[in-house]
């Protein structure tokens, strides 16, 4: 079974500050790896995806990730954040089973931007 | 063009009762998927359907939960004899088809078993 763990339920920043925010995964097969970004009273939206080829993928609103196969991670990074980032950030894994993707998330990361 | 829509956006139950929750998928996406938000937790996958078939069921937590899919759109996720255990958030995603892995998020119901 693949299991998503999100080491950090809470992370405080200030504004223009760096930021990692780590995620660890658990599979024997395959996988495809992907953070969501759920900003306040609002829905789940794509921040970036990785599938093959570069393990460096960039997303929207500056946001970066490495994955890392040896360690299993796939770790969401911005080198300065803004208030508006301000949101909480889930990490997902994708494995293929039956011809269907599904996926596992992690319990999330609430990264809170202060000014 | 319209996003997944969810209703309602909030629902307050007495336990015991039934309830149903709506899904309206983006429109043409083959793929329609529902999980669970508990407080606290991450995302608990519930159920999947391709077309209006649902090859996976195992996440569904007991046989309280149902779901239906019909005309390939719409979708219904019922909870019979709500427990308190049940309140949570129901989002529903979909995506274009399996071979697309980018799920889009509806805003989600707020269940509240009383």
């Known amino acids: 079974a693949q299991s998503v763990t999100q080491l950090d339920s809470q992370v405080p920043v200030f504004e223009e500050a760096p930021v990692e925010l780590r995620c660890n995964y658990s599979s024997s097969v395959s996988v495809y790896l992907f953070w969501y970004v759920q900003y306040p009273n609002q829905g789940l939206q794509l921040l970036l995806k990785y599938l093959s080829g570069s393990t460096l993928v960039k997303g929207i609103n500056g946001f970066e990730a490495e994955f890392n196969k040896s360690q299993t991670s796939f770790h969401l990074r911005k080198p300065s954040v803004h208030i508006s980032d301000t949101a909480e950030y889930f990490c997902a894994v994708s494995a293929s089973k039956d011809n269907f993707n599904k996926f596992y998330f992690g319990s999330g990361t609430k990264l809170n931007v202060k000014p | 063009g319209a996003g997944v829509s969810q209703s309602p956006s909030n629902k307050v139950t007495e336990k015991g009762k039934d309830v149903e929750l709506r899904c309206d998928p983006i429109?043409?996406?083959?793929?329609l998927y529902w999980y669970r938000q508990s407080l606290g937790q991450g995302l608990e996958f519930l159920i999947y359907?391709?077309?209006?078939?649902?090859?996976?069921k195992s996440g569904l937590p007991s046989d309280r939960f149902s779901a239906e899919r019909t005309g390939g759109s719409v979708s219904t996720l019922t909870i019979q004899r709500t427990q308190q255990e049940d309140s949570a958030v129901y989002l529903c995603?979909?995506?274009?088809?399996?071979?697309?892995?980018?799920?889009?998020f509806g805003p989600g119901t707020r269940l509240t078993v009383t």
């Open positions: 359907f391709q077309g209006n078939s649902a090859p996976d």
């Open positions: 995603a979909s995506s274009l088809s399996t071979g697309t892995y980018e799920q889009y």
């Open positions: 429109s043409g996406h083959t793929a």
